[in-house]
């Protein structure tokens, strides 16, 4: 029995914003690709994930305008990566420890090759349940 890697599952199209961006700009790459995140890259090398509620808590509620706070003071920077050949089994298992829904997948250089969410998962390992047909479902906009 082979081993399944993030590599077989991943959604190869990254879209990433540097850490000079405005926070503006990153909103609107999520909202013209109807994700919740972006990955935030320095010189093509991740350094984190900048989540929709990222914008909202430290943002928003701050009371900060979007054109003027750059992605890079409000980011998570603390970011668990995997690799096009880490394993399902291991990318799961980081994704629980850590608590999160969606993984950039980095080159051995740091640079970012895709993206691999539970839902891809889901779809990939157990196609026939509910996260798999939410995550299929077309985008409530």
Known sequence: MTTRTVAEVMTEQVMSVPT???VRQAAEVMRDND???VVVVDDGVVRGVLTDR???IRVLADNKE???VTVGEVYSANVVVAQADT???DAVRAMRDRAVRRLPVVDREG?????VSIGDFARSEDPHS???D???APPNT
């Open 20 to 22: 000079t961006a405005p």
């Open 35 to 37: 994700i919740g995140d």
């Open 54 to 56: 990222d914008m909202v």
């Open 66 to 68: 979007p054109n003027a």
């Open 87 to 89: 394993t399902i089994d």
């Open 111 to 115: 640079r970012p090759v895709g993206v």
């Open 130 to 132: 509910a996260l798999a």
């Open 134 to 136: 939410i995550s299929d």
